[in-house]
């Protein structure tokens, strides 16, 4: 449930900075409860990251993966309470 949360909040995000017709989404079926392998597209920190005074904080930047650029975004949630970064994978960009 965790990453069902996570894979809204990062393709959410996405669309928000980059538009949906940039990239071809990955995470609608995750988002939709459909059963899979989810670990492939999200994952997260091993350790707590450092207490800071933002209640959340969000990112995206890309990353090649076999010679093609996709869209990776970053979920912290209650960052001010020293949890860990989720990492998603959103998609791989037109």
């Known amino acids: 449930m965790v990453f069902r949360m996570i894979a809204k909040i990062a393709h959410s995000y996405a669309v928000a900075e980059?538009?949906?017709?940039r990239f071809e989404p990955l995470l609608t079926d995750y988002?939709?409860?459909k059963p899979g392998d989810i670990e492939y597209l999200i994952g997260?920190?091993?350790q707590p990251?450092?207490?800071t005074t933002?209640?959340?904080s969000l990112s995206c930047w890309t990353e090649e993966c076999?010679?093609?650029p996709h869209l990776v975004t970053s979920?912290?949630?209650l960052a001010d309470k020293k949890a860990r970064t989720y990492?998603?994978?959103v998609g791989p960009l037109k």
Do not use: L, S
Request: hydrophobic share 40%; glycine share 16%; net charge negative.
């Open 54 to 56: 933002a209640p959340y």
């Open 31 to 33: 988002i939709r409860g």
């Open 75 to 77: 979920v912290r949630f």
């Open 87 to 89: 990492i998603a994978v």
């Open 44 to 46: 997260g920190t091993e």
């Open 18 to 21: 980059i538009g949906i017709d």
């Open 66 to 68: 076999r010679g093609i």
């Open 49 to 51: 990251e450092p207490e």
